[in-house]
């Protein structure tokens, strides 16, 4: 009785915070209620593997990756909650004449689950780093924006002699407080505990709305596309991993490695890194020669927003064009 008491407690509350948070659930057995809340990877997989796809093995992960086009390769790097999908329009202008490589991090589009339990930035290195090998890439441009950022000015640290050029776009990888943590706790408590189970469809509509800075909206495919990949199957379980697992360590001593050719693009209506940001990298970039760029009112995802203007400005300075703007910053030493 006391069981019974319990679960109708218990039901009586979930149905209370589905109730209080607009979510609508229809009547389903375990099986399809588990359906609802996650997205079957081969599901998934029937639903975004295009004739491009490839998936390969990588130290115990599953990696899917797209190796597009001929000349100087460029690897992608996307950012969290996002997946290599997002740089198609990117991919689609630079493999007339560029190598372009790409794949899914950890925790993201069709990559499968680490059977090592290693998920961390340092895994999605030795990833990306296993995937060259494969591939056997001598040399590469790498582009990263947010997460994504962190492992491209990681690599470009840590393998001068690879990399070629560097576009940072928004990246992540500055030293945060409680206040600045852009995965901070929001909301209710009863918010919280329900977004740690499910984001719907409305949800990811409103957080890309609100990362688009100037009123432009999202691609309906794209909202479709983020809400399916960040309902994947266990990805309740890899996320909080992953984020747990998270250090920033020494980015000013790591960006001071750099020696590629550096171009940092921002939007100064991002609402998760401030565009004050983008001037502390080209602070930090002392022995790289860089170019900084902010574009008014675009938000986080500068290359999704407004496409006709940011792309062209990556394509034009991986090709060189923008190589007599180049300046390298020096400090005064101290008095």
């Known amino acids: 009785m006391r069981r019974s008491m319990f679960s109708l407690r218990r039901g ?36 975004y593997a295009d004739a491009a796809s490839r998936f390969v093995d990588i130290d115990g992960v599953r990696v899917h990756y797209k190796d597009e086009g001929t000349g100087p390769a460029v690897v992608l790097l996307h950012a969290s909650y996002m997946n290599l999908h997002s740089w198609d329009g990117l991919a689609e202008r630079l493999k007339r004449d560029h190598r372009v490589i790409r794949l899914d991090l950890l925790t993201a589009g ?14 999605n290195e030795a990833l990306l780093d296993g995937l060259l090998r494969k591939l056997d890439v001598k040399q590469y441009a790498v582009v990263g924006t947010s997460s994504g950022g962190v492992v491209a000015f990681r690599r470009a640290a840590a393998h001068p002699e690879e990399v070629t050029r560097l ?52 691609d309906p495919a794209l909202v479709e596309r ?16 992953y984020l747990r697992n998270f250090r920033t360590g020494d980015p000013e001593t790591t960006l001071a490695k750099v020696r590629a050719p550096t171009l940092v693009l921002w939007g100064i209506g991002n609402l998760t ?39 062209p400005d990556v394509v034009a300075f991986l090709n060189g ?15």
């Open 273 to 311: 890194v401030s565009h004050l940001e983008a001037d502390v990298f080209q602070l930090w970039l002392n022995n790289a020669p860089s170019i900084k760029k902010k574009y008014p009112k675009l938000g986080h995802y500068p290359y999704l927003e407004a496409p006709d203007l940011v792309l």
């Open 12 to 47: 009586a509350f979930i149905a209370a915070a589905i109730f209080t948070l607009g979510v609508t659930v229809p009547a389903a057995t375990p099986a399809q209620a588990k359906g609802f809340f996650e997205m079957p990877r081969a599901e998934l997989e029937a639903k």
């Open 167 to 218: 576009v940072l776009i928004n990246s992540a990888g500055m030293p945060r407080t409680a206040a600045t943590d852009p995965n901070r706790p929001r909301g209710t408590a009863w918010q919280q505990w329900w977004r740690s189970k499910y984001k719907s469809r409305a949800y990811w509509q409103e957080n890309l709305e609100r990362q688009f800075g100037s009123g432009v909206k999202p």
């Open 226 to 241: 983020v809400y399916d990949m960040n309902r994947r199957e266990g990805i309740n379980e890899e996320g909080p991993k």
């Open 321 to 335: 064009e923008w190589d007599a703007q180049l300046r390298v910053t020096r400090r005064l030493p101290p008095n």
């Open 110 to 123: 069709l990559t499968g689950v680490d059977t090592k339990d290693l998920y961390s930035m340092e895994r």
